[in-house]
């Protein structure tokens, strides 16, 4: 399974991030697979933001969660992240991740990563 994250690179302040993870190899719907969106800001540690499940269920950081959406299309096996009201401190490196088993643990380990996509929000 590959995860390929893409994005805008560059937002500005209290616009809105849309960010697009392919799945190739493998079905988003079927495995049992939850797949997370996590980012790292500079100089800091993992952040998990939230997940959606093999069945479409989703899962959210609670500070993130008001202005966090992620979603899906089966279709074309892809998942979404969508996150309004972009702040200078949300900048970061997005990272898609996929494991059949749902945590929130920090150091949780991953069976799939993507190599992630820099978003920068700045004016």
């Known amino acids: 399974v590959q995860l390929q994250e893409s994005g805008p690179g560059l937002v500005k302040p209290s616009q809105t991030l849309s960010l697009i993870c392919s799945v190739s190899g493998g079905s988003i719907t079927t495995n049992n697979y939850y797949w997370t969106w996590i980012r790292q800001a500079p100089g800091k540690g993992l952040e998990w933001m939230g997940a959606?499940?093999?069945?479409?269920?989703?899962y959210y950081s609670p500070s993130l969660k008001s202005r966090t959406s992620i979603s899906r299309d089966t279709l074309k096996n892809t998942v979404y992240l969508q996150m309004n009201n972009l702040k200078p401190e949300d900048t970061a490196v997005y990272y898609c991740a996929a494991d059949p088993e749902f945590s929130t643990r920090l150091g949780k380990e991953y069976a799939y990563w993507g190599q992630g996509t820099q978003v920068t929000v700045s004016s």
């Open positions: 959606i499940s093999y069945s479409g269920s989703t």
